[in-house]
């Protein structure tokens, strides 16, 4: 389906956000769009007690993405997943997939932090919000 948007949406594996997806929607309104789930995949450590490889987890999670939007997909908006290989950096991978699908925008939730909590951690959603070469939809999670 030829598309008028493409639109990249930051999630969990294990915690895709509806509001995330109604807002997406929302700001899709009436038009085509191709919407691009992207998610990350710690490499494997030493003591991966489950002992599956980083390809099978890959697999877990992009599946995991695809059914949590089952029965959103219509006739104009179309879903899929995307775990770039090569990184778990969040930031890096929702920024390689935005800009190879040369994205109209991104989507990603935000969450109320310390002060503390973001010397020591950091923020994925600033890096990508500074960084993105198209708009950001910032979108607060609770």
Known sequence: ??????????VRPDDVSQKMLGVCLTVIGDRTAD??????????????SEGRDYGARAE????RLETAVVGLATPSVAFRASIPKGTHLVPDAVLRVASQEEADF????????????????GSKAQSIILAAECPVVAVRMV
């Open 1 to 10: 389906m030829m598309s008028d948007l493409t639109v990249v949406v930051a």
């Open 35 to 48: 919407v691009v789930l992207v998610s990350c995949v710690a490499p494997p450590t030493p003591d991966d």
């Open 60 to 63: 877990e999670a992009a599946r």
């Open 106 to 121: 991104i989507v990603l939730g935000v969450r109320s932090r310390s002060r503390v909590g973001k010397l020591i951690m």
